[in-house]
């Protein structure tokens, strides 16, 4: 777990979730706040409404969740990079158009930028962005057996269950025998030009592979030593909801909802 806290992506955000300040609180809670939170930002198509879920879940991550700044930004790069790419797109308009914003000439093609586009991209984004940071704050407050236990109860069927667990499981495993593949091989100077980089790559991945079917087979062995009967069975320690923290959620989505009834009536 150590070295995942260092390789970025998902495992990083399992890790801040395990040693989130929010962990303890309900997850049903906290599923029910990001998903009804993520509902309103997009239900609404308001640039406003999208920036204030955005960043208020944001500043729930770091004050509350004890997630660094740092951290928070690092892992919102990727997101932020991909929404801007595809605004962009939505931005230009081809042809001309009076009373653009800018203009764009690319010899006989013309791309410009109107207040309309400029609405509707800004619109898209922080309506994304607002939807990626509920999603956010339920993976980096959560962790993931709390998840999975939530959504055994609500009666998800037993087999994706169980796949869930041993995906999440083997992440880790295949995680740790890449890294061991990788070290070996940058010492055998397997990374030495571009070349040959791609080639030890390709072994790697190749290996990997096949180390994932051994494994596998492996660990169904010893499932089956060990009486599997087909139902995998866990010892979880699932937070009970509590009131001082349904009640602050509960007035969180109720500023939510005001927010985008002054926003449709015009009030500002």
Known sequence: ????????????????????GLRDVSPALKASLSVLSLILCVGAADAVVGAAV????????WRLGKVSQHRLLHLLRLPLVFLAVSC???????????GSLA???????????TQTSLARALTLFFQALGAVCCLFFLSMTTPMP????????CRLPE???ELMYLIYRYLFVLLQVQRQMTESAAARLGYNGLRRSVSTAGRISGA?????????????????????????????STPKLRARHALPAAGYLLLVGVLIVFRKRGVF
């Not at 230009?92 to 158009?97: D, I, T």
């Not at 709390?146 to 109860?153: D, P, S």
């Not at 010893?222 to 010892?235: E, H, P, S, V």
């Open 54 to 61: 955005a960043v208020s879940m944001l500043c729930t991550i």
């Open 146 to 153: 709390q998840l999975i236990e939530l959504l055994r109860k």
């Open 208 to 236: 990997l592979l096949a180390s994932s079917f051994r494994r596998s087979s492996a660990c169904y062995d010893a499932m089956l030593a060990r009486g599997y009967d087909g139902k995998l069975a866990f010892l979880t």
């Open 103 to 113: 203009r764009l000439t690319l010899g006989d093609f013309v791309l410009c930028v």
């Open 1 to 20: 777990m150590a070295h995942a806290h260092h390789s970025g992506g998902v495992l990083t955000m399992d890790v801040l979730a395990a040693r989130s």
């Open 88 to 98: 962009v797109v939505i931005l230009l308009e081809p042809g001309e158009h009076p």
């Open 159 to 161: 087999i994706m269950i």
